[in-house]
Nanobody, 126 residues
Framework: QVRLVESGGATVQAGGSLRLSCVVS????????MGWFREAPGKTREGVAA????????YYADSLEGRFTISQDADHNTIYLQMNSLKPEDTARYYC???????????????????WGQGTQVTVSS
């Protein structure tokens, strides 16, 4: 059974940094996408960053302006989201997700992911 557990969310001041982690377990194939998504109150869930678990290719939302970096550890069991120069508009609940049996075509599209973690809250104060 696939399981994703996020951690690392916190309240920080604008300009600060955070690193989110997502431990993924219960998968058998090495070929899949993992993504970070966020959902702010009153807004739809949006893609932040994604990584191809097999070859390490990464994808980012244009709006991030290079402030966030997605990565995975050597064992590929944990993905990270390094967030720098945080802004109040980055405040949201952040979720990691894993591709299911249906192949992801658009890595930043949340509707294409099947497995989700419970999320971790990031609050950026001004």
């Amino acid at each position: 059974q696939v399981r994703l557990v996020e951690s690392g969310g916190a309240t920080v001041q604008a300009g600060g940094s955070l690193r989110l982690s997502c431990v993924v377990s219960g998968y058998s194939s090495d070929s899949f996408y993992m993504g970070w998504f966020r959902e702010a109150p009153g807004k739809t869930r949006e893609g932040v960053a994604a990584i191809n678990h097999e070859n390490g290719a990464t994808y980012y939302a244009d709006s991030l302006e290079g402030r966030f970096t997605i990565s995975q550890d050597a064992d590929h069991n944990t993905i990270y989201l390094q967030m720098n120069s945080l802004k109040p508009e980055d405040t949201a609940r952040y979720y990691c997700a894993k591709e299911g049996e249906v192949v992801v075509v658009h890595p930043l599209s949340p509707v294409e992911y099947h497995y989700w973690g419970q999320g971790t809250q990031v609050t950026v104060s001004s």
